[in-house]
């Protein structure tokens, strides 16, 4: 309802979204479609006040906790937006966006050189994730080290062959190089 009708008439289904929400507060396509809805509307400080609150409960879908970090990123507190990502990657490494938005607030902060390199050193004490080997893939693809993101998306791979988002980002790899396309289309 909200994806379709919220355009053309935003009131209304905050109305209807706000009393589904009630019922059902922890369901992450309700919390999603409410916040978008109110940040359309301008109604961030709400927006975030819900969150903070279903947050606060301990009870939060991961999706609230990345909403939350996309408006803090917004609002310029990174520091924030960052502890609330990370949380989320733990949670949920494969949820939609998060890798994408913690590497935009690394950026943000030029922070891509250290968050390599902390990657690195996690890596050599053999305490980095596989889904945290698929974010660091990321980062060297985001300094155009696409030799060294192809390796270390790979071995992501080996290790957890249920990374949606690695599977994506090697058959990526594998077509802007031109090589093993059949695999890529797999």
Known sequence: Y?????????EAARKYLEAAFARAPKHPGLVNALTRI?????RTREAKERLDALIE??????????????????ERKFAEAEQ??????????????????????????????AAIT????????????????????RLYLSQGDRKRARATI??????????GGAKNDLAFLLALDGVELDRALN
Not at 2 to 10: F, I, Q, V
Not at 38 to 42: E, H, I, S, V
Not at 57 to 74: F, K, Q, T
Not at 84 to 107: H, K, S
Request: hydrophobic share 45%; aromatic share 4%.
């Open 38 to 42: 109110d940040l359309q509307a301008g």
């Open 57 to 74: 409960s301990g009870e939060a879908p991961a999706v609230a906790l990345l909403a939350r970090a996309r408006i803090l990123a917004g």
């Open 84 to 113: 609330d990502v990370n949380r989320v990657f733990e949670a949920a490494p494969n949820l939609a966006g998060t890798l994408e938005l913690l590497i935009q607030i690394y950026a943000a902060q030029d922070k891509l050189d």
């Open 154 to 163: 790979e071995q992501a791979l080996a290790e957890r062959s249920d990374l």
């Open 118 to 137: 902390s990657f690195e050193e996690a890596d050599r004490a053999g305490a980095l994730s596989p889904g945290a080997r698929l974010l660091l893939g």
């Open 2 to 10: 909200a994806n379709r009708e919220g355009a053309k008439s935003p």
